[in-house]
Structures are given as C-alpha cells and as structure tokens.
C-alpha cells in the first residue's frame, strides 16, 4: 500500500495546473461575457483547445492500451487526479477534449465501434472537431429504474426507426454536436429478461425527426452545452449504426459508466477544494461581531468538516480508479456506485457551507459557488439519483452476508452467562 | 499510488483472523462469566496472552526499528489492519499485549525513557507482567484544553512531590496495574509558555499518597480494567522518576498519541464492520409487514451510508498511517487530528444503525452492540474531543490559507461582465 | 386560537414545582444510594407517594369525566404540562402515581374492565398498593409489526393456557407488582383479519408458569423496576380474566396509547428541558481556549437548536392532547405517532448535545444525562420503533394526497409558456 | 390552550383560498410568460389586484388597531395563516397588497411617519399604486452584524447627503418602485453606543445620485422586482426625508421586523406544505424496481419527516405571532429570531426532499420546486443569516440561566452514593 502518487502524476499535475493559471484562468471573464450574451463562447474555447493540445493535455482521460490506440496511456489512476485540477472550472474539460459527456461516447465508440463507425464519429471526437450526446434520461418514466426507458427503436428493413421522448441529454445545444448516441427499446416482448431489451444506435443529429425542443434549465441555471429536451419522431438510421450487439444496451451502459463516473468524482472534489479554498480565505477576511469569521467555532467546524470528508472521498475515489484499472471496470461496479453517491452528496454539502459563510454574496453570481451547487445538485441525479447507488450498495453488502449467513451468531451473548 | 496490502500483511491478518476464530472467541461466554461476578477475567486472558506470544502475535503494534529493539517490526501501516481485526472484540487487544493505553506507555518508555526505567517499568510491560495507566485528564478543568491541567509536581530536594485529582485513568482497575504515568505542572510560573510547564513522572501505584477513588461508569457501563478517579496526595517520587526532561511533558504526550489513535480509529473500524455484519444478517433474517427488513429502503440506506463511511474512514487512517511511517509522527499531526475525529463519529453513527435495525435487542447485553456503542460514544472524549480535533484541523486549513490569501481572487465574477 | 395555558393549569405546576423542588429533590441521594445497593427504594418512594397524595397531586393524570370516576378530572391537555415537570426526574412519576405502565393499564381496566376485575385490580392501582406491568414486545418476532406477535393464549374449558416469551415487560421487577397484562394470540386461523386475532388477559404475576427470567439492561442500565423477560409456560387463568373481548386485543391497545404516548412525550421534554439547563449552566462556568464554552459558536449553536426544537415539540404534543380532548383517541392516532416519533428522536438530540457540552463528565453518572440518554434511546423503540410511527404518518399523507389526486397539476408549468 | 383558529380566521382561509383557485392559479401560464419575455408581469397583477380589494383581501397584514387607521383590523394570529396560503404562489401577495417589503415599510410609515411623510407614500402605497424598496444590506461588509453598516448619511444644512452601495434591495426592480428606505450611519463618532449610531431617510427613487447597478440573480435566479445592486453617490434628500429620530434606525428596524418575519415564515410553511403536496402524488404516480415511489421506506420517510417537522414549526410561529399580539412585538423578539431560524432551514431541507422525489424534473423549471428552493436557500440570509438568529436564541437561554445559576446543582449526583 502507498498512498503517494507516481512521478509522472506529479510532474503532469504541475504541467496542467500551470497551464490553468497562466492560459485558462485569466479567460474566465471573456467566457462569461460570451455566455451571458447568449452564445456559446468558442472564441474563448478553440484557441485554448489549440494550445492544450500543444501542451500534450489532450486526451488525457482515454487509456489507450495498446501502441496504435489513441489517448495519452493514463490510467483511470493517473488521469483521476487531472480531473480534479480541470473540475475548479466547470467548462475546463472540454479545452482538454476531456469532457463529458464526449469522454464516454469516445470510449463507447473506442470499444464497441465497426470501424465505420469509428471512421466516421470516433476520430472527429478524438480530434475535437465535433461534439457528441447520449440520449438516455426520458421525462416520462423514473430513468433510475434503467429498464423503463420507453423510447422505442424498431427495425423496418434496413432501418432502425426511433420514436421518443429524452431530456437531459447533455451537450446537444453545443453549436458542434452532431452526433447523438440513443438508447431505446428494440426488444419490446415481455419475454425478455428486463436488461436485455434496449439498444443503442448512433443518430446523426440532423437526422430528419430530431427536434432539441429546448435547453432546460436546472436548479435557474442554462448550461451554454444544454441538458436538453430531445424529440425523435419517426427518425430512421441504417442498421450499420447500431453500436454493439442488439438488445446490449445495458451491458453497453455499462462499460461506459465506470470511467466517467471516476472523472465525475473528481471534478466534484475539485470543485470541493476550490470550495473550501474560497471560504477560507473569505473567513479569514471577513469580520462580525469584532472578530473574523475564522474565529468562530461554527465556521472553523464547517471548514474542518469539509476538509476532512473531501480528503476521504478522494481516497474512496482514487481507490476504485485503482480497482478498475486492477481488475477491470466489471469488478469495481460497486465501487462506481459508491463513489458517485459519496462525492454528490459530499458536493452539495461542502458548497453549500461556503455559501454560508459568505452570506448573500455565495448567492450571487459574483463567486462560482451558486453555479458549482446546481451542478453538485444535478450530479445527484446524473448518472443516477442517489437512491440507485444507496440501493446497489447495500445490496452487495447484503449478499456478502447471506454468503455467510450464521457467521456473526458467535458474537451474540448468552443471558444465562450473565446469571 | 497502490492500494494493496502488502502479502506479509495479510499474511498476517489471516494469523490473526484464525486465532481469533479458533482460540479467542469461543471464550466470550467465559470471559462475560467473570466480568458479571464482579471478577477481573485473567483466568480467561493469560492463557490467550501465552496462546498468542507463541503463535508470534505479541507486541505487534511496536514498531522497533533497530535489531535489537523489541516489539515485531510492523510498521504503523502494516499493524494497522491488525488493529482493525483485534478491535472486533473489545478486551482481544489485551491478549496480544497491544493495549491501550499501555501501548502508548510502553512507546513512551521505549523513546524516551532511561536504562534503570526501561529496566523496571518497559521489559515488565512488553512481558505482559504488569499493566500500566496514564494519568492526564481531570475533573477539574476542561482537559480538552489540556493547558488547563492543574495537577502539580512539585520539586523538593531529591524527589517530586504530586498533588491532583485525575480520572479517565484507563486501566488503573486492572490486578495487574504497577505504574502510572502521571502528567502535572512542573513549572508554575506565569512565565514559562503554555505548552512549556507540565512533565511526566512515573508513579508506582502503591506509593503512598496514591488512591484509586472509583472505576468510573460510561455511559452506564463499567470497564473491568476501569476508567478510575485518582487523588495523587502528596504523592513523592524520586527525580529519577521524571521521564523526559522537565517541562517538556507535552512533547512527550505529543509523541504518544500519534500510533496510539491509529490503534483506537482502527479498532473502531473493525467495531464498524463487526456491526455492518450483524445488521445485515439481522435485516435479512428478521420480517416485519410481511418483507424481511432488508426490503425496505430506509434499511438499506443504513446499510449503504455505514458502507460507504467506513470504507473512507479506513483509508483516511490508513493513510495517516502512512505518513507517520514516511515523514514521522509529527508531519502527520493534523491527520492524526482528522483521523480521531473521522472514526468516533462514524462509530456512534454506524452502531446506532445497527441498534435500530436490532430494534429492542439491540439495546439489551445480548448483542455486543450496546456496549460497544458506549465504547465509541466516549471514544468522542478520549485523547480529546471532537471539538478539539475540529478546531486543530480547521486551524491547519486557514494557515495554509493564510499563506496564499488572495489566491482565489481570479475564480470572482465582475459583474460588469454580465452587464 | 390561545397559546396561554389555564390558569388552573399553571396553579398545578407551581404545586407541582415546589413538591418537587421541597420534598423530592432533596430525596435523590438517598433514592440513588438505595439502588446502588440493589434495593428497591421504596424507603424513599413510600413517603413521598403519602405527601404527595396528601398534596392532591395523585393519578393525576386520569381524565375521570363522570362526577363517580377515580381521577383529578384533568384533561389531557391539562395534564400534559404536570407530565413535563415530574418528567425531569425518571422515578419521579410513581411519586404521584403516574407512572408507566401503570398508568396505561390502569386506563384500560377504567375503560374496559368488569366490575369484578376492577375491584380487584383497578382498585388497588389507583391506590398506589400494587403495581401491574404490560406484556407485549416478543424477542423472537419484530414486535414493530405488533401482527407478529406469537405468544398463545388457549381457550380450555374455562381457562386460557398461556404459552409463550416476552420481554421489555416493564414494571415486573417491582416489589409490589402483581399483575400482568399479557397480549397473545386467541384466534389462530389464518383467516381471521391479521389485527382481530389477539386478546388481552390478567394474568396475576404468581401464577404458575409465570418465570421472570432477568431484568434486561437497556444501553447497560438497569432499571430498578426492570424491563424484564418474562416465560409464560402453560399459565392458566380463568376466562373471566379477559379484558373487553376476545380477539379484540388491537382495538384495546390503540385505546391505551394514546394518553400514555402523550405522558412519555412530555416526561421527554422535561428531560430535555433540564439538559439544557445543565448544558447551559456547564457552558456558563467551563473554560477551554481563553473562554467561556458559552463564548463558542458551536456551543450557542448546539444551546440554541435545542431550545427552537423543544419548543417546536412541547407545542405539537400540546396539539395532539388538545386533540385528543376535544375529538377523542381515535380521531388523533396519527397525531400520537407523530409525537411518539418527535420526542424520541429530539431527546436522544439534545441529550447528546448536553454530554458533549460537559465532556467526559456527560458519561459519567455524576450527572443525569448518561441515564437519561439511555431512557431517551430506548424511547426510540419503547411503544414502537421510529420506524412504524414514520411509516403512520407518511401513510395518513399518502392517503390524504390519494383522495385529491391530481389537485397540484395546477402548479405544474407548460415548458412552453417559456418558448 | 386552544389550538383551533377562530371562526373568523377560517371563514377568511375559505375566501383566500377560493380566490387563489378561481383568479390566481389560472394566471401562473400568463405570468411566467410575461417574465419569460423580460416584462414585468403588470397585465396579470394589476387586474388581480382589483379584483382582491373588491373582494376585500386587501392589506390583511395590516394590524390597525384604531377606527381610524387603516388595515384589515387582522391580528397577527389572524393574519399568518392567510399568509401562509399566499406563499403557495411566490407572487400572489403582492395581489394582495402584502409583499415584502411594502408591508414593512407600511408598518414603518404607519408608526414613525410624519402626517406629511404619511400622505405622500403610505396612501399610495396602501392603495397599491406605488411600491417601495428597503436600503441595508451592503456588499462591503457583513451586514450579519448589523452595526457594520457603513453607508453614510451626513447632515448638511437642511439636507442629508448618502453615499454607499446597497445590495439585496428587494423590489427596486419593480417598474412602480418609487420610495428607497436607506439605513446608513449619522453619527460616526466613536463615542455613541454601536446601536446608536445609524438612522432610516425615506429617498425617492429617483433622486439624483441613485443608481440600480443591477437586479443581481440569486442561485441563479433573477426575481422579476429585483434584488438590487443600488449606489447612493452624493444623494441629497430633504431633512423632512427623516424617519423616525436621529440615530433610532435600529429601535426602527427592529419595529419593522417582528410582523414582517412571521409573514415570510408563514409564506414559506405555505411553500413546504406545497412540497409536500407535489412530493405525495409523485409518489403515489411514480414507479421504479416494480413498485410506486409511495412504497419505498426512504421516501415514507422524507414524507413523514416533513409533515411532523412543518406541522411543528407551524405552532411555533403561530405562537410567535400570539406572543406579539398579547405582549407587543419586542417581547418577541427572540421568538422571532426562533421562527425565522426555523422556517428558514426548515424551507430548503423540505423542498430539497421534494426535489428527489421527483427525479431530475425537480430541478427543472417545470415543476416550482427549484424557484421555491432557491427562495428558501436565500431566506436563510435574508432578515439576517441563520448564525445571528442561533447567537440571538443561545444568548437568551445563556442570560436565563445567568440568572438561576447553580440552580442545576440538585441534580448533580455525589458518588460517594454509589460507594
């Protein structure tokens, strides 16, 4: 066991941390300026893109095994403390081509792709030049339960034609989308085991029947990618896009979480770190009552609270990034599922802290932690709410024990050895 | 970055694991039979304690650097997952000589202690002839500020004479205890720095002055080898019984506590996992409106929150661990801080779970739950309350924070930019 | 609408305060002194039962409407408040002969006894000359779901033949106790609706077969007057002894909670009250750090959410009261498992904020708090888990929400009215 | 005690809450849609506003005790339960002339207002014809601690000149907002006692010198009247412009607040009941794993734990309002600070719950959830942040118990009794 990250690590920890403070974080202003006019803020985006790459901070998320894969070798243990760093900014990840939820359709794409279809969506990707989305969440029916996605995918001849209803499909209002992975019923008897219905196919997103109905807010805030509303009515794709093997859509959904969700993770304890940073020195600072905030003992509880859960949940986070990269992403499932449940609800409660101690002004736009609380708030759905991943763990918990059912019957105690 | 134990490790956790199953188990009935006459149970614990040393499971948590110090040259880290093991069983770490808080007299002893006392009071203790105690919080003044400590030592001609009432003196109960460790001021003057006026002294137990007033009760439980009240009347000891130099009691307490609350934070643990065990089996063997209560949600979710909190306090200890084998005990100050604090928390929390799922029994002897959950809810108290542990980690933040004040300025929004 | 209680109420609770203040409190050494010898203190309790009785504070809380009905002619309402103050000691109660379980069992023979069996029970009951205790809770079955419940009581000719296990029988550790009412199963059919199968019966407690087997600990504390586990082994009682009718044994205990939750409640509150008086007083006059414990934050913190959430709860069991005057039990059933859940889970609440305030002394049981905790966390299971009251109150709301479902559409808003 | 409101106050809920139903709830789709546009939704309150007074819901919260006065004649009592029907709907107040923070500044002018202060902005403001905004809050200092406030309000000759930068100025936004009350310092001498210091000027809008920098978003939410940014530079107003006495603007401030806070308080129960509402049927619709939402224990949980948790803040600020009626609103004073407290967290922890029951739709702009939370997040600031109302409650039990110290000695216990 030893808990200190490799030399490299380090030295391409320093190389991007640099590389925020001196290129990325001085632009902050130009982007929000963009965005509050209402356009996405490629001005500020591409030229940095350009000069990351340039820097070797491209790719960085993908592990590319072998000599003629892409991707910059790390492992999920060694990008995951990269994740941190790009997390203190929210639209950071996608200068390093980095970000969600591209890096999961790229390592879909990656593993399960024809080489057509790698040709045609995958190299674009990896290049940066195009914007993917995947289409999962349906408003309709409770999308924790996976096995209720409703949206239909019914092959007519050559075709896949898709009828449904999505939301919450992330970065389709990216003026560069262009491609939507869709999941959707192509098994629709009742014969079938319930995880093995759904499909998912590639759908250009011009494809006649699309329609983004509308970028939804949430928790009052427009991501300038979008979590949208998506119609498909009647639209028709070749069968060449379907992506892996028909009714393999969850085993697909899958292979594609473990990965994101680590970097998900991480940027949630980035976003924790600049939290903690920010109502730090903001205590330090700040005076009531005749003496700073720093002195009082709620205050310092809250900062050392916050300290201390973030310093755990990074260590549970790093170790399933460890697990997968070990065992592979099958065996950390649980893990996964831990993970993202500790670090959303760790978000929520960190910022929210920081916004106390810095009154009105942590409602405000003026400091970063309003707009890093909706996401921490969004993230407790994202991926799956809460709920799924207490009920996953907790189910692996209870089917240890009943492997070993009786074995805690030693502990209990006789009343008549107290006689 | 690597997250296996080492094989000699587990290596030695399986040892363990086996004796603890074959040999020490199956004498809870006996061990209980004693406690409940009123006797303290050696007929029990010294058969296991020569068990043990034979089987190579003696004195483990000492590290002993150098060939020819004693103790079984585990590192903290490598003892630590022992310590998790042993703490399934509150009275187990006896057995293998690695209680506290005679683990931290015999470190003590071992730093800074001189030939004639390592002769008398440390071969004796790593022998497991005698037992010892420390002598530190007092009634009297909240000891959570232990600048507060008001017992005196004063020097008169070739001896210190000891005036004080003490209690939390944990294991001055025991048949066995000889010595106690014995923390006052030595420097009365307004003077002297706050941290720069107490020393240590050894006390043999029977030196006249010396009265073990009561074994105090927690949380209505009564420890066999007890949390007694002592008056120190007029107490003399030769000089030669000052350990350390004078004055510098703090830096010796300091030295103390590091691997000591390692070995506590890591016994809590395995009472965590002790008790995720009997309240999985217990929901899952247990019906109440017509499901068993592993069905319902809320029992899950008490499952899957004291799964995912354990998992993280471990790896936070045992990163602490770590660092005081890397950088020393005291670079890893403040983790030792964090650590404290981390596990009595979880451990009320994780033990109250499993009461509720026990329901009544929970609370009755019949499960070891009730008396473990008085173990953690002082566990709060011990080697300083959470308050004192909040306070020293928030302290370590704010310096850092302090160091780089303004640093955060970049991530602030103008809002001319939204204009 | 009137926040002011009567002005009879308030004369009561100056009698009451100066009964305690006068004749009780001075009593508390002794009772102690008493029962740490293993006595029952029923050389403290006896005068103090005469004083008291001469003072007209005696079965003061029984509503007794009618002109010939035993009782103070105290609503629930008025009670309530004389509950809190005799709540701030636990043994308090029986002083004035309102103490559980008597007090329950004594309403059940008021409202559903024959003449015979009031004579010879209720009788001496209200005269404080017995004592009787309630047999319920099951160690073998999850009594929260009270359906389970599997003793057996056997029609034979005229007599019932009990057969089965109890335990957290309370009360039958009294030296004066001698009557047991037991709940057990009459109708075994499977056909029989799952809450018209059991009865009630008197069972007199030296009747063959009855075995008290051991007074259990709860959280390591022994109640003096116990809660015991008690064998029924082929106990036979004539007929005559059922309470109300057979297999309406649910429809009796419902009519026996309600002003009992109502008196544990309280008794709560006034327990929490004095927590936070000591917690306040101990804040006041302890120094740590250069201060007061009053000066830190997180002590007014902890002070003031007591304060704010007992006084949030006095008033929703003055509610429930109220309630249960002016529209009888039933109509508040709901109302009471609120309560129920309320108390129990504030009073473990503010009793662990208050032992934290005093440090390791909070263990300890030099004051009341480590006592008083344990009452609070079996309160927790005591009359039903938090868990069942939870699930009454979540299930009156559902209810309430199914029979206007659809009513909040209105609130819902078109995503269009956005275009 | 009486916890029944008076026929009165229920015949007026029926008439509210009939008003709401027939004129309001049908308007939510105009309203949203104005705003949507950036307008201020004029075309649907102006007509509701005349459709209100006609049925007499017009300045209910007005207390106005004399005949000639005008109001409603509405105790407090009396008036919070229609205040907590109008919190439904964030905006419905203002239909009712009864929006924050017009009614304070009514209440202001009402009591401290010259007869030619009194003509000129409390009749238009009574009638609804102009609205108004209140000046404390500053950016550049913890306006927590009240005494911090630093705007300048300087005499000179017949004039007071202003200078300082206001925020969260509520309603400044608003197209008929014509009247800033400014809280700000005029006498700065060391000399004069901190509450001493600082005076409230009544300043037309539209003064030169006044600046509305900005409507400033809260958790990413922009109110349709505004939270303000606003600059006084050099404003000159009138002495005759004086409300109340030199130096009183604290005894003035504190006047407005008692009424003010019980309205928000019972705006935002009415807001939790709503939560509860939506949660409920979305529970009872919503299926996952094979089951509805309702059925999951976890989510009977946060159901039930909101009914008991808002029925009891309910009475507590009922209560409040009694005690003002009864005893005047300064004896008051810390039960203000008790519900504001309360209400505040108890606002965002319901709707929090609420907002998970619905998935990811609850944070969406399509159900209130996410508008109405972050009202509830902000309430924990406004009218001061939740630790000034903590310190206020702590300090007022610390002061009690100052009193009646030693009082807890009693309960104490000697050990020596256990000897």
């Known amino acids: 066991m030893d808990f200190e990250l490799s030399e490299d690590t380090q030295q391409m920890q320093r190389t991007l941390r640099q590389f925020m403070q001196r290129e990325l974080l001085p632009r902050l202003g130009d982007y929000e300026r963009l965005v509050h006019r209402g356009e996405y803020p490629s ?37 995951a403390p990269l994740a941190e760093i790009m997390g203190r900014v929210p639209w950071a990840s996608e200068v390093f081509n980095c970000n969600a939820p591209d890096t999961g359709n790229m390592e879909l794409l990656h593993l399960f792709a024809t080489a057509a279809q ?6 674009p990707l990896l290049d940066g030049r ?4 995947f289409s999962m969440t349906e408003p309709d029916v409770a999308s924790a339960d996976a096995t209720n996605i409703a949206t239909t995918i019914r092959r007519e001849g050559g075709h896949y034609v898709i009828n449904g209803r999505k939301w919450f499909t992330t970065g389709a209002a990216h003026p560069q989308c262009r491609l939507a992975v869709v999941m959707g019923v192509t098994d629709e008897s009742s014969l079938a085991p319930r995880h093995g219905r759904h499909s998912m196919v590639l759908v250009p997103l011009d ?30 794709v070749p069968v060449a896009n379907l992506l892996g093997r028909e009714n393999e859509g969850f085993a697909l959904a899958q292979a594609r979480l473990g990965p994101g969700r680590v970097h998900h993770c991480m940027r949630a304890i980035g976003q924790c770190e600049l939290a903690i940073e920010l109502m730090a020195e903001r205590a ?10 720093a002195d009082f003992a ?27 990269d070990r065992f592979g992403n099958k065996a950390a499932h649980v893990d996964v599922s831990a993970i993202k449940l500790v670090a959303a609800q760790l978000h929520v409660r960190v910022l929210d802290r920081a916004m106390q101690v810095f009154g009105a002004m942590g409602l405000t736009p003026d400091t970063p932690l309003a707009e890093l609380w909706s996401t921490g708030r969004a ?21 240890r024990s009943r492997e070993t059912l009786g074995s805690t019957a030693v502990y209990y105690r006789n009343p008549q050895d107290r006689d």
């Not at 330090?284 to 905030?293: D, I, K, Q, S, Y």
């Not at 993230?379 to 089917?399: I, N, S, T």
Request: a positive charge; charged letters at 25%.
């Open 379 to 399: 993230m407790r759905f994202f991926d799956g709410p809460d709920e799924v991943h207490l009920r996953a763990v907790a189910k692996a918990e209870l089917a």
């Open 118 to 123: 790698r040709e045609r969506w995958l190299v």
């Open 284 to 293: 330090l600072t700040r005076r009531a009552f005749g003496r700073h905030l």
């Open 43 to 79: 001005a500020v985006i591409e030229p940095l893109k350009a000069r990351a790459r340039a820097a070797g901070l491209w790719n960085l998320f993908l592990p590319g095994l072998r000599e003629d894969e892409p991707g910059t070798r790390l492992s999920n243990l060694a990008y």
């Open 130 to 133: 195009i914007r993917s989305c």
């Open 207 to 236: 494809t006649p029947g699309v329609r983004v109905v509308r970028n939804v807010p949430v928790m009052n805030h427009l991501a300038p990618d979008g979590h949208c509303e998506i119609t498909y009515t009647d639209v028709r």
């Open 298 to 324: 709620n205050v310092q509880d809250w900062i050392a609270h916050s300290r201390v859960e973030v310093d755990q949940a990074r260590l549970l986070v790093l170790q399933a990034a460890w697990k997968m």
